[in-house]
């Protein structure tokens, strides 16, 4: 651990130190062995806005503020890279008006959020076929790409219209075309060649996978990168997931004990 990481971590424990169960909590947590990428299924914010008598789109706007303390805690940690599906090729069969809305609160997070992200050295990465949201999404989205390309910290990868078998058939075309143009054979096709054509090209797989809400399903999300990821489910709905809950997250993972699919040594 290098001294800068060390008095980083001092700096993150001083910001929380009133609080006694996030200091606790914090204190906790190995730094030699934190995820290198976190992914998160941000599910529940329906139940969360149903529960207080409140249409599914005061859910969404309610996640946004754990969306923030996701994205500060991470950035905090030094966390390599982070996840976060934010609408799947699915969320199209949903009201038109939550749809609309959800769109909304993505361009005015995008506005409200980008300088933050950027002052924090942080990168922003959509992933999944961005060609087809509206053209006014798609501007702010590339404002925010442009804006943080230049960044060298934590990469924030939001996945909007994203489907995990869409991403594997487009890089299974990829590759495909790789072949042809260079006269391989396709026996030749290693793991390393279908990665290169994912959305998450360059990144390392998933060590973390976190579902909020409870529900057993990894939703058709990250396929091929979740291959050997610990899954971390909590019953808290998204809108109330906040800083203690990614340390619990974290401090879990650390208890796991990650073969690979080989055997512990004795």
Known sequence: MTEAYV????????????????????????FERLPRHIAIIMDGNGRWARRRGKPRIFGHR???????AIVDTCARLKITAITLYAFSTENWKRPKAEVSGL???LKKYLRSELNEVHKNNIRFQPIGNIAGLAEDVRKEIDAAVHKTSSNTGMILNVALNYGGRSEL?????GTAADLAASGRGFDSVTGADIEAH???AGLPDVDLLIRTSGEMRISNFLLWQIAYAEIYVTETLFPDFRRPHIFEAIIEYQKRDRRFGDVRSS
Not at 169 to 173: I, L, N, P, R, W
């Open 103 to 105: 769109m909304s609160m």
């Open 62 to 68: 309610a996640g946004a503020e754990s969306v923030r």
């Open 198 to 200: 994912l959305y998450t």
């Open 169 to 173: 058939v487009q890089a299974f075309k």
């Open 7 to 30: 008095q980083m971590i001092k700096a993150f424990a001083e910001v929380i130190r009133k609080n006694s169960n996030e200091a606790e909590l914090l204190s906790a947590i190995d």
